[in-house]
C-alpha cells in the first residue's frame, strides 16, 4: 500500500465574482462609506462584513456569489511534489501540465475555460494571491501510477490584461482529493469595481 502526499507550493489564488442588485449595490456602498473608505478598500476589513449585518457575507470571498475560484497559480514560482511512502518521487511544474511545447501530453488534465469576466455597473471581481503551501493531499492507493492522476485546471480572464490559470482539483483513479491544510501568506489583493 502506498502513501502519497501531494503538495502544491508556490503562488496560490483566489478569485470571487459577484452580481448585485441595485439596491444591494447601494447597501455595499453605503456601509463603505462609514469606514470612510472606497469599497475596493473596505471590502478586507472584516468589521466591514460585521457592518453589513447581513450573515451570508462573513468574509470578502462570501461577495463571489456567481463565481469562486481556488487554486495554484501557473507560475514559474509554483510547482507540485509527489511523495509516496516519504520519497520524493516527482516535481512538476503547473506550466509543463498543459504541454504546449511537447509532442504528446505528459499528464492527464482538462482545462475549463471560465471566460471573460465583462465588468457591468454592480459587480465586484476580487483577486487574493498568496504565497506558500497553497494545498497538501493525503491518500493511499495499492500501487500509485501517474497515469492515474487527473488535474484540472481552469482559465479565466478578470480584465483584458488579466488572464489567470489555477490548478483547481485534483483527482485519483476517479476520486477527487481533497486538501488537508494550506499555510500561506497574503501576497497581494485587489478589487475591480466600476
Given at each position: 500500500m502506498d502513501k502519497v502526499k501531494i503538495t502544491c507550493f508556490g503562488i496560490g489564488c483566489r478569485i470571487a465574482i459577484g452580481k448585485f442588485c441595485i439596491e444591494?449595490?447601494?447597501?455595499?456602498?453605503?456601509?463603505?462609506?462609514?469606514?470612510?473608505?472606497?469599497?475596493?478598500?473596505?471590502?478586507?476589513?472584516?468589521?466591514?462584513?460585521?457592518?453589513?449585518?447581513?450573515?451570508?457575507?462573513?468574509?470578502?470571498?462570501?461577495?463571489?456569489?456567481?463565481?469562486?475560484?481556488t487554486g495554484l497559480l501557473q507560475h514559474y514560482q509554483s510547482s507540485i511534489e509527489i511523495r509516496i511512502n516519504g520519497k520524493k518521487q516527482l516535481k512538476i511544474l503547473p506550466i509543463d501540465l498543459t504541454g504546449d511545447n511537447l509532442l504528446f501530453p505528459l499528464y492527464q488534465i482538462s482545462v475549463a475555460d471560465m471566460g471573460s469576466i465583462h465588468p457591468s455597473d454592480e459587480t465586484l471581481t476580487i483577486v487574493e494571491k498568496e504565497i506558500g503551501t497553497v494545498a497538501n493531499y493525503l491518500f493511499e492507493t495499492e500501487n500509485f501510477l501517474i497515469d492515474n492522476l487527473h488535474f484540472t485546471l481552469n482559465t479565466i480572464s478578470v480584465r483584458q490584461d488579466l488572464n489567470y490559470s489555477l490548478l483547481t482539483n485534483l483527482n485519483y483513479s476517479g476520486r477527487d482529493l481533497i486538501s488537508k491544510k494550506s499555510d500561506t501568506v497574503i501576497k497581494e489583493r485587489f478589487v475591480l469595481a466600476p
Open positions: 444591494d449595490w447601494e447597501k455595499l456602498h453605503g456601509a463603505a462609506k462609514i469606514f470612510n473608505s472606497q469599497l475596493s478598500e473596505a471590502i478586507f476589513d472584516p468589521a466591514y462584513c460585521l457592518e453589513l449585518s447581513d450573515r451570508k457575507f462573513k468574509t470578502w470571498f462570501d461577495f463571489g456569489n456567481s463565481l469562486k475560484l
